[in-house]
C-alpha cells in the first residue's frame, strides 16, 4: 500500500516573515492519518486552526494566503505567505502535519523551500497506516487571463511546464521555459532551492501596502533596472522559472491532496493557481480520488522516497 506520511518528531525554526518583517517561530508536528495539513496560530489568546482549502485562498497578493472563519469579534484569522512550505511538503510527500507559528505569516528563511526541506529532513519521515489519497484528474481544466493561462491535464504522474516573460534584462538572459517530470527528476534537487525575486523599483510601493517588509538580498533575488544585486548571483541560470514552478507547486498542494496531473502554465502566479484548483473542484467529472493498495502500481514518482533523494 502506498501509505500517508507524516514527520517523525516536532522541529521548530524562527526567521522574519517576507511582506510582514515581523519575527516568528514555526513548529512543525506530527499529526495523526487523515489529519491533512492543518495551520494553527498559536499566538493567539485561543489557537485557531486552519486547514489547508483552495476555498480559504482570500489572498493572492505577491503570496497565497490562508483565512479561517470569521471569529468572535469579526476579524478574520490569516496564515500568509505559506506557499514555499506548502511546496516542500508536497515535494517531501507529506500528508499529515500541524504547523503552528507565532505571526500571520510564515517565515521566508532563505527565500525558497530548501531551508524547509533541510528542517524536515534534519527529523525525518514516518509512513501510516493510512492509505495515500491522490486527485486525478480525467479532464483538462484551464483558466486565462488575457495572454496568462493556466491548465491541468490527466497524466499518470506529476509534471509541471512553465514559461515566463518579464521584460527585465537579468531574466531575459536565463532560461524562460522549464518543464519537469518528477517521474525523471528529484523535487529536492531540481527544485527546492529556487529562491523567489523581486526588484528595487517596486519596494518602496510594495511596503507602502504592507508588503515585502521583510525582504533582503538574504532571502530574495533582488534586481535593479538591469542587473541581480545579490553578490553571489544566481544558483541556476533557470533560478527564475524553477521559482514559478515551486510556487505552483505549493498553491496546488492547497488543494489538501497530491494531484496525478500535468500542470502548465505562462505567465501564472498565486491568484490564477488558486482559480485553477477552484475550477478544477467545481466540475465533479474533471477528477476523481484515488488510491493504490500496491506501491508498484502508483506512479514512480509517489512510490519513491523523495526525502531522501
Do not use: C
Not at 192 to 221: K, Y
Not at 231 to 240: I, K, N, P, V, W
Amino acid at each position: 500500500m502506498l501509505r500517508q506520511r507524516t514527520v517523525k518528531t516536532l522541529v521548530r525554526t524562527q526567521g522574519v516573515g517576507l511582506h510582514s518583517g515581523q519575527r516568528v517561530e514555526l513548529t512543525l508536528r506530527p499529526a495523526p492519518p487523515d489529519t491533512g495539513i492543518v495551520f494553527r496560530r498559536v499566538d493567539l489568546p485561543v489557537p485557531v486552526e486552519i486547514r489547508v482549502s483552495a476555498a480559504r485562498v482570500t489572498d493572492t497578493r505577491m503570496a497565497s494566503t490562508l483565512s479561517a472563519a470569521d471569529t468572535g469579534e469579526g476579524a478574520s484569522v490569516k496564515v500568509a505567505t505559506v506557499e514555499h512550505l506548502m511546496s516542500a511538503l508536497a515535494g517531501l510527500g507529506i500528508d499529515n502535519l500541524i504547523i503552528d507559528v507565532t505571526a500571520p505569516e510564515i517565515p521566508i528563511l532563505d527565500g525558497s523551500a530548501g531551508s524547509f526541506v533541510f528542517l524536515i529532513q534534519s527529523v525525518g519521515l514516518v509512513e501510516q497506516a493510512a492509505p495515500k489519497r491522490f486527485i486525478r484528474v480525467k479532464r483538462a481544466v484551464e483558466v486565462r487571463d488575457g495572454d496568462k493561462w493556466a491548465r491541468l491535464e490527466p497524466h499518470f504522474g506529476f509534471k509541471l511546464s512553465f514559461s515566463i516573460d518579464f521584460g527585465h534584462p537579468a531574466i531575459n538572459a536565463t532560461v524562460q521555459q522549464v518543464e519537469v517530470d518528477f517521474a525523471n527528476a528529484s523535487y529536492v534537487s531540481a527544485i527546492s532551492r529556487a529562491r523567489t525575486f523581486g526588484f528595487m523599483q517596486d519596494v518602496e510601493s510594495l511596503r507602502s501596502h504592507g508588503l515585502a517588509r521583510g525582504g533582503s538580498l538574504g532571502n530574495a533575488i533582488v534586481m535593479d533596472e538591469s542587473r541581480v544585486l545579490n553578490a553571489d548571483g544566481l544558483r541556476s541560470d533557470d533560478e527564475f522559472v524553477k521559482h514559478k514552478i515551486l510556487d505552483a507547486i505549493g498553491d496546488l498542494y492547497l488543494v489538501g491532496h497530491p494531484l496525478l496531473a500535468s500542470y502548465s502554465a505562462h505567465k501564472s502566479g498565486h491568484a490564477m493557481n488558486n482559480l485553477l484548483l477552484r475550477a478544477l473542484l467545481a466540475d465533479e467529472t474533471a477528477f476523481e480520488f484515488t488510491t493504490y493498495p500496491q506501491r508498484r502500481e502508483a506512479p514512480r514518482v509517489f512510490a519513491l522516497d523523495w526525502a531522501g533523494a
